[in-house]
């Protein structure tokens, strides 16, 4: 315990304490009402708080071998909590993702993270040396698709996508090669730009190109090609069929938000108009009219950063980036000095986790992606959100205050 104690990052824990204040403040503001105050949102965001630093505290001092054992049970009963909401699912913002127990309602797609995070963490740190084989391929698919069906099916596509971001950031940080991330952005630029006939078809011969200069297995390369001619087949009949229509109406609503500005445009718009009015040093506490005078829907949750962004300006979004950037920069130096594999991985795959939230929520804000229910850590209302991301704080907590040790 002393050694734990003696190395405990607490660099870590103050950027930790320091988003979780930033965020009861900015739930408080978005939600206030003058003649009532505290709103329920805020006081509840307090109590999700304070149990999510109580638990993510507990985390720091449970010995890092433990949650390696335990890594592949944690992410099977959590794979239960997902099929359970299929059966007993409750219904909720139109869509069913939440089970209730006791009394206590969750949401096991959060929670899921961590078992996905754990999962690959202990195959990859298990399989080092046989990083490249289709048995650790077909091992990390197992751990990710899985519960990337079942969650896209409630449907939560925002959410469901969050779980290859550690997958892959782990399988970079142990020597995965890059062309493995080209060979992932080729096979996504086909689903992107099939309705695009002439930059497709340009796309494959260019890609086609350096697959064949790269790789040197040229039945691999085959398959590729392949796979990007039959991607760029099915994604018209995926969208003509598969998507809902609020899913379609956010993309649209992305590439051209006036072109429905008091509809399905009118969340970015407003967001955008939130953002650039703080300025330089923002309107203040309480003084954001946007978040104030209620223009922006639902602003306590995934657009909680335009209510920081309006009342403290430039100066203090940029302050709340760069306390996101230096805990996912200094969980992955830990990761990369750990002397145990598996914390290794673990701390690879919590900042990829983070980096990836923390990118496409503030990009949604800003416009830039289309609108999508994926919350800022720390910041946005949600009790699983916040209880998960104080488990993986206290997590990255263990693993990187132990980095010096084998076990």
Partial sequence: ??????????????????????????????????????????????????????????????????????????????????????????????????????????????????????????????????????????????????????????PDLATSSIYFAPALIVLLMAGLPLVVLFVVYFLFHSLIFSFYKMIWILSLILGAILLFMKINTKWFVGILILLYIAIGFISPWIWNTKLHDYQKARIISFLNPESDPLGKGYQSIQSKIAIGSGGILGKGFLKGTQTQLDFLPIQHTDFIFSVVSEEWGFIGSTILLMAFLTIILRVWQRGMKSKNKFNGMLLFGIGGVWLYQVFINIAMTLGLVPVAGIPLPFLSYGGSSMITNCIFMGLAINCSSRYHLYS
């Fill in 1 to 154: 315990m002393k050694t734990l104690e003696h190395h405990l990052d607490w660099i870590l824990i103050l950027h930790w304490i320091f988003l979780i204040l930033v965020g009861c403040i900015a739930v408080f503001s978005a939600t206030f009402q003058e003649d009532l105050g505290w709103s329920k949102f805020a006081k509840n965001h307090v109590i999700y708080s304070t149990i999510g630093l109580l638990i993510g505290f507990l985390t720091i001092f449970i010995k890092p071998i433990q949650f390696y054992l335990f890594s592949y049970i944690i992410w099977f009963v959590f794979l239960l909590f997902l099929v359970a909401v299929e059966i007993f699912g409750i219904l909720g913002m139109g869509a069913i993702r939440w089970l209730e127990i006791g009394g206590i309602r969750f949401q096991p797609s959060e929670l899921m993270k961590i078992g996905v995070v754990l999962a690959i963490s202990r195959l990859i740190s298990d399989r080092l040396n046989t990083l490249n084989t289709w048995g650790t391929f077909l091992g990390i698919s197992l751990f990710v698709v899985i519960p990337f069906i079942l969650v896209a099916s409630q």
